[in-house]
Nanobody, 114 residues
């Protein structure tokens, strides 16, 4: 099983990025999925999640700016990030919880310059 995150990069404040997470060896299906991030010197935190009941939840810091979605046919998870701020700078990880197992992507770096 592998989750491959991509789409990170350097962007100016106010810009946008779309992160992707492609799964191989497993399927996202309608299992719980999410995006997390870890900034330098800080703990990993949840950014956005889609629960198994298909409801989406967002961290207060990103509400109204980020959107999580998935394409079942492409077996890919997305995070659309708009109005980016320097404090959004972090490594972003995708996550899948399937029955009792949890899987993580390798992370993709997002750097927002002021």
């Amino acid at each position: 099983v592998q989750l491959q995150a991509s789409g990170g990069g350097l962007v100016q404040a106010g810009g946008s990025l779309r992160l992707s997470c492609a799964a191989s060896g497993t399927t996202f299906g309608y299992n719980a999925v999410g995006w997390y991030r870890q900034a330098p010197g800080k703990q990993r935190e949840v950014v956005a999640r889609i629960s198994s009941d298909r409801t989406s939840n967002y961290a207060d810091a990103v509400k109204g700016r980020f959107t999580i979605s998935r394409d079942i046919r492409k077996n890919t998870l997305y995070l659309q990030m708009n109005s980016l701020k320097p404090e959004d700078t972090a490594i972003y990880y995708c996550n899948l919880v399937k029955t009792i197992k949890e899987y993580w992507g390798q992370g993709t770096l997002v750097t927002v310059s002021s």
